[in-house]
């Protein structure tokens, strides 16, 4: 929540659709994804979410998980800080 402050509009779009148990950056990278790849896939996904490809996403993710793939960043046990780059 305090990153939302930091956001630019383009950024903020991610805002438009609900949270789910896991998402599109989630299976493209995740933490090993900079926060503004991270952000142009969400914005991505807000434009092209639908069931079908909700399931894909569901799939992905339990393969992502067995493999344990994504879930550091270069250099961070997580993901770095989202300090407000703008585009």
């Known amino acids: 929540m305090r990153y939302i402050k930091r956001y ?3 950024q903020a779009r991610r805002l438009e659709i609900r949270p789910d148990i896991t ?3 989630q299976v493209n990278g995740r933490n090993a994804l900079s926060l503004e790849d991270r952000f142009q896939v ?6 092209h979410q639908k069931l079908t490809f909700n399931i894909r996403i569901l799939f992905k993710t339990l393969h ?4 344990r793939e994504g879930i550091s960043g ?4 997580t993901m770095e800080e989202f ?4 585009r």
């Open 8 to 10: 630019t509009s383009e």
């Open 23 to 25: 998402g599109w950056a």
């Open 42 to 47: 969400d914005v991505w996904y807000v434009d």
């Open 64 to 67: 992502k998980v067995v493999r």
């Open 74 to 77: 270069k250099g961070h046990v």
């Open 83 to 86: 300090l407000g780059k703008q």
